[in-house]
Nanobody, 126 residues
Framework: VQLQASGGGLVQSGGSLRLSCAISGRTSRTSTMAWFRQAPGKERESVAA????????YHADSVKGRFTISRDNAKTTVYLQMNSLKPEDTAIYYCANSGGRIIISRRSDVNAYQYWGQGTLVTVSS
């Protein structure tokens, strides 16, 4: 599985961006796709996740109501729509795939994901 994240950039506070993660290779239908982010000097944290077979989604409390994870019908791209952006959302955003089924309690665990994209930088100015 290869993942290619794109769509980052510089945006003013309150603005919007949509990140894309292009998926190539054979993705297990039982896997989980996710977005993580890492701000300078901080640990990588979970933003959102989607169970690939059911489409069930999870969003971290810090982004709930502002960010939305989704996918295209062909299941070749995962998106992260980010609205009402804040300066604290500034980070490198990574997409990831678990490679197989993971339990719900691990969907926000960095170590549960086997495949990672290269990251795309989002900068929110105040």
């Amino acid at each position: 599985v290869q993942l290619q994240a794109s769509g980052g950039g510089l945006v003013q506070s309150g603005g919007s961006l949509r990140l894309s993660c292009a998926i190539s290779g054979r993705t297990s239908r039982t896997s989980t796709m996710a977005w993580f982010r890492q701000a300078p000097g901080k640990e990588r944290e979970s933003v959102a996740a989607m169970s690939w077979d059911s489409g069930y989604t999870y969003h971290a409390d810090s982004v709930k109501g502002r960010f939305t994870i989704s996918r295209d019908n062909a299941k070749t791209t995962v998106y992260l729509q980010m609205n009402s952006l804040k300066p604290e959302d500034t980070a490198i955003y990574y997409c990831a795939n678990s490679g197989g089924r993971i339990i719900i309690s691990r969907r926000s665990d960095v170590n549960a994901y086997q495949y990672w994209g290269q990251g795309t930088l989002v900068t929110v100015s105040s």
